[in-house]
């Protein structure tokens, strides 16, 4: 009887750890969790996230070729016209701080009128200043010298106005045309006052840059200039017309002095 009672309890025992096996079961069920781990990691992400940061290094580049646009090709210890103030060297290229931003500058300097002008580079363009003319368009403004002048017949103050504006305007071949309409040979009349001013400020704008062109003096380049105007075919018929008027003159005179005669022979002869 004993061992009837003895074998079941061992049964009993021996199924206790088949229950216990599902409870062992569920523990590696969770080891899976685990692997998460290196998919929330985000280094991998990072070099994606420092691509943009090679890019700030593009505006440098950006930044020079702004400089060149806005200097238009100028350079220091170059000629240049002002259309204002004529011929005049850029002596430098220099930075000022203005209100807190930086301004680059050309230094102009005017030799003849002993005047330094500082122009912003970004201003080039507005306000009209240029390279020195080439050989071909000075040699087409010395052939504007030896056309016709061309005088409108409008009031002084007007047309002083637009030799003014073409003075100013700092095209060579412009300012040829003033000095051809305002010139005067012996043989013409005086100019006056204003028209001589015009002359005179067209005519040193004319020759500075053709003395800079042709690397020769002032002096030589005025000579050049005159020795263009006398070809004018106003000019050079300007003697002849000049004879032609006093022969007319003379002619006249001698007509006058012969009806003169004639009415003095008739009233003796009544």
């Known amino acids: 009887m004993p061992n009837k009672t003895a074998k079941p309890a061992a049964k009993a025992t021996a199924a206790k750890p088949a229950a216990a096996k599902p409870v062992t079961a569920k523990a590696p069920a969770a ?38 646009t806005q200097r238009q090709g100028f350079k220091a210890n170059e000629f240049v016209v002002y259309p204002a103030h004529g011929v005049g060297q ?43 003319s080439d050989p071909a368009l000075v040699k087409k403004a010395l052939e504007t010298l030896k056309g016709r ?27 040829a045309e003033v000095v051809r309409d305002l010139y005067r040979s012996e043989s013409q009349p005086e100019q006056s006052y204003s028209e001589r001013q015009l002359y005179e400020a067209a005519l040193d704008r004319l020759s500075r840059e053709i003395a800079v062109v042709q690397h020769s003096t002032e002096t030589e380049a005025v000579k050049e200039i005159e020795a263009q105007l006398a070809k004018s075919p106003r000019r050079t018929n300007a003697k002849a017309e000049a004879a032609d008027g006093e022969a007319d003159t003379d002619a006249e005179g001698d007509a006058d002095d012969t009806d003169g005669d004639d009415s003095t022979v008739a009233d003796e002869a009544a």
Do not use: C, H
């Open 149 to 175: 002048a061309r005088v409108k017949r409008t009031m002084w103050s007007r047309r002083a106005q637009e030799y003014e504006a073409k003075i100013n305007s700092g095209d060579i071949v412009a300012i």
């Open 90 to 132: 850029i002596l430098a290229i220099e930075e000022q701080e203005i209100a807190g931003a930086k301004l680059e500058l050309f230094v102009i300097n005017f030799i003849k009128d002993k005047m330094t002008l500082r122009v912003p580079t970004a201003k080039v363009a507005n306000v009209g200043m240029r390279k020195l």
């Open 31 to 68: 080891k899976p969790a685990a692997p998460k781990a290196p998919v929330a990691a985000a280094p991998a992400k990072a070099p994606v996230a420092a691509k943009p940061a090679a890019k700030p290094a593009a505006p440098p580049k950006v930044e020079e070729k702004k400089v060149v």
